[in-house]
Nanobody, 131 residues
């Protein structure tokens, strides 16, 4: 059974940094696209970033480009989201997700930004950015 566990969330002042981690178990995660999504209060869940199985392709929503970096350590079954220059509008619950239907798939922005292409999700970690 696939399990994803996020960690690293917390409270930070605007301009600060956080690094989120997502540890996967139950599958060989090195084969699959993994992504980060977020849901702010009163809003729908939205795409943040994704990374292909080898780490050679990454995708970001425009609002985080240049501030967030997604990476992965396949030996540790872990994907990271380094978040710098945080803004109050980044406040949300951040979710990790994996697409286990397409091993060795490079993906694309249109593919990875669609939540329906991810079949397993973590419980989320809260990120709060104060102004």
């Amino acid at each position: 059974q696939v399990q994803l566990v996020e960690s690293g969330g917390g409270l930070v002042q605007a301009g600060g940094s956080l690094r989120l981690s997502c540890l996967g178990s139950g599958r060989t995660f090195s084969l699959y696209i993994m992504g980060w999504f977020r849901q702010a209060p009163g809003k729908e869940r939205e795409f943040v970033a994704a990374i292909n199985w080898s780490g050679t392709s990454t995708y970001y929503t425009d609002s985080v480009k240049g501030r967030f970096t997604i990476s992965r350590d396949n030996a540790k079954n872990t994907v990271y989201l380094q978040m710098n220059s945080l803004k109050p509008e980044d406040t949300a619950v951040y979710y990790c997700a994996v697409d286990t239907d397409n091993p060795y798939f490079r993906g694309s922005y249109s593919y990875t930004s669609s939540q329906g292409n991810f079949d397993s999700w973590g419980q989320g970690t809260q990120v709060t950015v104060s102004s």
